[in-house]
Structure formats: structure tokens, C-alpha cells
């Protein structure tokens, strides 16, 4: 059945880079725009960015723009997540989201 699958979170320190991914299954990737959404601990979960399925066109929330970069690769049915410079405040699970489906999410912290 149709499924996405993140991967890539972990404990970093403030200034550094992740790149998360998110792998989809049992549906045609390409045909769908992709989204990532993060929730810190106690919030409500919040719209990070996303991909356009036709031509690839982005929208970042502003607190991620000139940080955060989203990409896709169709013949690999992953969508990415480069994110640099983080911040404490970038501390997160974050999860990716298509058709209705959401991924089980992959922790970010970001601590010195």
C-alpha cells in the first residue's frame, strides 16, 4: 500500500547541515506535489516547505527561506530536505506529506 518513509534526522549542532529524505511507495510519486511539515515538541505541527509535481516550483515558510532547500528526484521517488545553518529553534520531528499520507516522521535536534 502506499507509503513515505523519512530518514536522515539526528543531533547536530547549531551552524550545521541535514539532509532529510522521504521515500514513497505504492503510488506515482511524480504525479504529486510534496510537502514537509515539522512539529517541535508541544507545538502544532507547521508547514515547512514544498514541490510542485509539474514543474517543480517551491514555497518555503519564512522562518526556513535561504536555509532550507527541497528537491525531488522522480526516478527515485524521494523528495529531500537540505537544510543548513540550523538552529535551536529548527529542533523538530519532521515529516513528509502526500495524497493524504504522512511518513513517520524523523527527529531533528539541533543542540550545542
Known amino acids: 500500500q502506499p507509503q513515505l518513509v523519512e530518514s536522515g534526522g539526528g543531533l547536530v549542532q547549531p551552524g550545521d547541515s541535514l539532509r532529510l529524505s522521504c521515500t514513497a511507495s505504492?503510488?506515482?510519486?511524480?504525479?504529486?506535489?510534496m510537502t514537509w511539515y515539522r512539529q517541535a515538541p508541544g507545538k502544532e505541527r507547521l508547514f515547512v516547505t514544498s514541490i510542485t509535481s509539474t514543474d517543480g516550483s517551491t514555497n518555503y515558510a519564512d522562518s526556513v527561506k535561504g536555509r532550507f532547500t527541497i528537491s525531488r528526484d522522480n526516478a527515485k521517488n524521494t523528495v529531500y530536505l537540505q537544510m543548513n545553518n540550523l538552529k535551536p529553534e529548527d529542533t523538530a520531528v519532521y515529516y513528509c506529506y502526500a495524497r493524504g499520507l504522512w511518513g513517520q516522521g524523523t527527529q531533528v535536534t539541533v543542540s550545542s
Open positions: 505504492g503510488f506515482s510519486f511524480a504525479n504529486y506535489g
